[in-house]
């Protein structure tokens, strides 16, 4: 595979940062993660205003602008030969005031027709910058992350020690109720995922009732079904979770069948619109 890094295109064996790299050192660099459909960054101006307000929440200034990254992707895709794949964006601190900017890609893979979640505690400040923000210092993540794989599930859901739903390792969660949609709201400490804000708009549009809450665990009695949300595999059904030593199941219901039927045709209509948009790739 081929990387951008620094205004280069490089084999990813060739791709070399500096033990100096304060991401390395500290954990002190962010990340965005993008899927790409027929060439196009999909809703790319809202994971470039997360990736800009992060920067600006940790005292890391960030000179770039959104028609740079951009012009990145398409490079990397283009090295690549590829039009369908999940992007990674890497933006780390230097110790003498300048910036990595790398640039990878890998294939989209095949997804499965639900998730199934095992709960997992983690106690965690809600106003760390570290969670709030997508940082690289996730490690806690990661390695929960790698004991849900292990155990055959697709991710861990995260429990705080109010025994409140968080979020999961890779996604957002929401529940749906009889009459409405609940998620943890930002204060919980979770990510303003990207995929969950263009949920809750087109919810807003369709009034269709989500609340941002508190969510104790207890609401997994109470759930009809359960749903996640990241970038990449946008709304998916949730139909196993595990707590402890009890397991609940879910179907889908027309409220998922709803937002997904909306949500891809956003993606559709997002591809159409941008699809013959010119971007300067000369840098």
């Not at 900017?101 to 639900?114: D, Q, R």
């Not at 996640?228 to 027309?254: C, D, F, H, P, W």
């Not at 409220?255 to 909306?262: D, H, P, R, S, V």
Request: with cysteine; glycine share 4%; aromatic share 10%.
């Amino acid at each position: 595979m081929y990387v951008f890094l620094n205004g280069q295109i490089l084999k990813e064996e060739d791709a070399k940062i500096s033990i100096t790299d304060l991401s390395y050192q500290f954990g002190y660099g962010l990340f965005e993660t993008i899927l790409c459909r027929e060439g196009i960054p999909l809703f790319i101006e809202g994971h470039y205003k997360r990736l800009s307000h992060s920067a600006r929440d940790i005292g890391m200034t960030f000179p770039v602008d959104l028609t740079d990254i951009q012009s990145w992707i398409k490079q990397v895709l283009s090295a690549n030969k590829l039009t369908s794949a999940r992007i990674k964006v890497i933006v780390s601190k230097r110790l003498e005031d300048k910036f990595n900017i790398l640039i990878m890609t890998s294939n989209i893979g095949t997804f499965p027709a639900s998730y199934s979640l095992i709960c997992k505690t983690l106690i965690r400040d809600p106003k760390s910058i570290s969670f709030r923000n997508k940082t690289t210092s996730r490690a806690d993540s990661f390695v929960a992350y790698k004991e849900a794989i292990e155990n055959k599930f697709n991710d861990v859901l995260y429990l705080n020690e109010k025994n409140e739903l968080v979020e999961c390792s890779r996604a957002n969660i929401f529940l749906v109720l009889e009459d409405k949609i609940i998620t943890p709201s930002l204060e919980s400490g979770i990510l303003s995922g990207v995929t969950r804000s263009k949920v809750l708009d087109i919810a807003k549009k369709e009034a269709i009732h989500i609340e941002e809450k508190n969510v104790h665990s207890l609401y997994l009695n109470k759930a009809q079904s359960v749903f996640a949300t990241n970038a990449i595999i946008g709304i998916m059904l949730v139909s196993r979770i595990k707590l402890n030593e009890k397991e609940y199941n879910y179907q889908t219901t027309t409220f998922i069948t709803k937002l997904k039927n909306i949500y891809d045709t956003d993606v559709q209509e997002y591809i159409r619109k941008n699809k013959n948009t010119p971007v300067n790739i000369s840098k």
